[in-house]
């Protein structure tokens, strides 16, 4: 099997910069499809932490490539720093790492009409990471953006650049009441940074048929997670691209057969960052004891996380949209200590029950958990390395989650290190067979 992807079951979070980093062991290509740096993802090594935001997570293999596919959108500068601060730490990462030119960049104006359109909507806010990624991507889609091939052609960039600044400067000041925006500042500082990836940039679509086709092993690094899909998630309380199998070969340029297989990161229970329905959210002194045993505080703005029960309603349709052929389940050692755990199998509505994940979830939320209790473990469960090595409530949970679900678990996650993953009982020790 030489391509899988790793796909966020939730709403983000759910600790699939470590899944990816422990896969990258075996890959040749590590290849990021959509977001930009509103991810997060925490690698831990050795001990070290290292927050990754737009450069994949295999950059610390020595033997992986990584790419920055082009549904990514980038900002130069923050790449810079990103690129700046791993050097820094002695990872070469300018021998790991490639840029599709196709990349839609972000620029300084696009986090300021973030910022100012998060303010405009006031109470109806989505509660973005301000990083400029949806005017970035509506950008694209006006066919107004700027991508990283077209600021290093100098005569067409200034074409470019001249076009747009026209317009958001327009909008800054007319709509906004802001200061506008310099234009020659910004087209020095973008062809300054884009020259210096420059050796860096490739046709990233042509790159990935080719190693896929030579039999190398590619993984595809999802970020954000399957909730928070523009189309599939709780709209509009989302972000602006195709988080899930379905955005890969856009995000790429990887035709969708050659997707061979898809795992689902999940958390033993939820979290969510901004804005949006979440009906297991616990507002108690559950919910937080979750947030402090999982230490959940947002990797890219800091911003304390939502908690609440596992969601069996949402995981299914994740599952289902995605097309997965198993799990990861991560963070199941912040669960031990609860007397009981709870787990949403079913929305109800006055007299109606789903199963199915409700399209109006979004815009009605008078639907209501319908809940299955477990009884809790008190065991810390960091040190197992096996499942037979869990108590067997936490074992009768994981069950009941693979049945709900129609998947296996492939791996059980008990804490951030590299070593702390182990095959589930249905799981496959080589996920690359
Ligand atoms: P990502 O965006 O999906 O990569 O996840 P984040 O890095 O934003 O958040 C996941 C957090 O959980 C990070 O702090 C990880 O170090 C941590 N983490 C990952 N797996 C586990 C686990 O199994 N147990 C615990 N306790 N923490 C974990
Ligand atoms: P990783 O890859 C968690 C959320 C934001 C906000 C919504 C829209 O680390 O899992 P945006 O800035 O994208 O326009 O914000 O999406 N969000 C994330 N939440 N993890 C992420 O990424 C996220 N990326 C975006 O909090 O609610
Ligand atoms: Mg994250």
Known sequence: MP????????????????????????????????????????????????????????ILHDHALNLIGRGVVVNLEHLAQEVDGLLSRGVPVLDRLRLDSRCHLIFPFHLHLDRLAETWKGEGRIGTTGRGIGPAYADRVARTGIRLGDVLNEKHFETRLQAALAEKNAMISKVYGQEPESHDRLFEESRALARRFQPLVVDGGEWVREQYGQGKKVLFEGAQGSMLDLDAGTYPFVTSSWTGTWGIAGGTGMPPKHLDRALGVAKAYC??????????????????????????????????????????????????????????????????????IRVAVAYRWEDRETRSFPVEVGSDPAWEPVWKTFPGWQEDITGARSFSELPSTTQDYLRFLEAELHVPIQRVSVGPSRDQMFVGENGQQDLWA
């Open 271 to 340: 979290t969510r960052v901004g804005e949006g329905p979440m009906l297991t959210e616990l507002l108690d002194a559950t919910g937080e004891r979750l947030r402090k045993q999982g230490n959940e505080y947002g990797a890219t703005t800091g911003r304390p996380r939502r908690c609440g029960w596992f969601d069996a309603v949402a995981a299914r349709y994740a599952v289902e949209l995605n097309g997965l052929d198993g799990l990861v389940l991560s963070n199941l050692d912040v669960l031990s200590g609860f007397e009981e």
């Open 3 to 58: 391509s899988t992807a790793i796909i966020g079951l939730q709403w983000g979070d759910e600790g699939k910069g470590k899944v990816i980093d422990c896969l990258a062991a075996e890959a040749d290509l590590v290849v990021r499809y959509a977001g930009g740096n509103n991810a997060g993802h925490t690698v831990v090594v050795d001990g070290e932490k290292y927050v990754l935001h737009l450069i994949p997570g295999g």
